[in-house]
């Protein structure tokens, strides 16, 4: 099974209407993050929390919302979705308690969504 | 956090030893460096990291010189499933969650095997 995943894998909405993404972990890490990634831009962070309790913006957080229901679920929102939101969403997770010196990260396989 | 400076892509035949150079300038004392590595309609996959001078996994090897403003990635006797995209990473040591937090993958290096 895989330790990092999210659904749906793939999602088709129109302009305006409101989706969640979902993560889950099973690798038992305090920290997850939402990126998303554009042809030829690389990942850009959106939203980062650090534990159950904490909830941080990213470099792009704007048209987006985050909830951590617990350590190993974290959800991405958009309240109401527009076209340039199409895009590959990933989730990841870190753990600086597993005694790597830096947030070596893991991510999850990806949810392609596309806004109409 | 420092950015990061790597050619947008490169062509390789199998086989052969491919080096990927990375460059940062602005690298601060307790920065890391780490490379990843993603395959089409994948997550990034950690490669390997290091501090200073030469790391080896059975992956890669990660050379980094004295001044640690650039350091290179290096793959030996590549194969077509090497084909990917590369990213190099600097990343702050343990950071703690004090202040504003941005790990920056950039554009990464699309590495093309060639048979």
């Known amino acids: 099974d895989a330790d990092v995943t999210q659904t749906p894998r793939n999602r088709i909405t129109k302009t305006g209407k409101r989706i969640m993404l979902e993560c889950s972990q099973t690798?038992?890490?305090?920290?997850m993050y939402w990126y998303r990634q554009d042809p030829g831009l690389g990942l850009r962070l959106i939203y980062y929390?650090?534990?159950?309790?904490?909830?941080n913006k990213g470099e792009i957080s704007d048209g987006y919302s985050v909830s951590r229901q617990a350590q190993a679920k974290f959800s991405l929102s958009l309240e109401s979705a527009i076209p340039n939101q199409t895009a590959l969403y990933f989730c990841?997770?870190?753990?600086?308690?597993?005694?790597?010196?830096?947030?070596?990260?893991?991510f999850g396989p990806g949810t392609r969504l596309t806004v109409l | 956090l420092a950015k990061t400076t790597q050619p947008i892509s490169m062509d390789s035949y199998e086989g052969q030893e491919v080096n990927i150079t990375c460059s940062h300038n602005?690298?601060?004392?307790?920065?890391?460096i780490t490379w990843y590595q993603q395959f089409p309609s994948q997550g990034p996959r950690f490669i390997i990291q290091?501090?200073?001078t030469k790391v080896t996994n059975e992956v890669a090897s990660l050379f980094i010189p004295a001044d640690r403003k650039s350091s290179t990635l290096s793959l030996p006797r590549v194969s077509l499933s090497d084909t990917a995209v590369y990213y190099c990473?600097?990343?702050?040591?343990?950071?703690?969650?004090?202040?504003?937090?941005?790990?920056?993958f950039g554009k990464g290096t699309k590495l093309s095997v060639i048979p």
């Open positions: 990473l600097v990343d702050m040591v343990a950071y703690s969650g004090a202040g504003s937090y941005q790990l920056t």
């Open positions: 990841a997770t870190s753990d600086l308690a597993s005694g790597i010196s830096t947030d070596t990260q893991y």
């Open positions: 929390s650090f534990d159950v309790k904490d909830i």
């Open positions: 690798k038992g890490h305090d920290r």
């Open positions: 290091g501090y200073k």
């Open positions: 602005n690298i601060a004392t307790n920065d890391y």
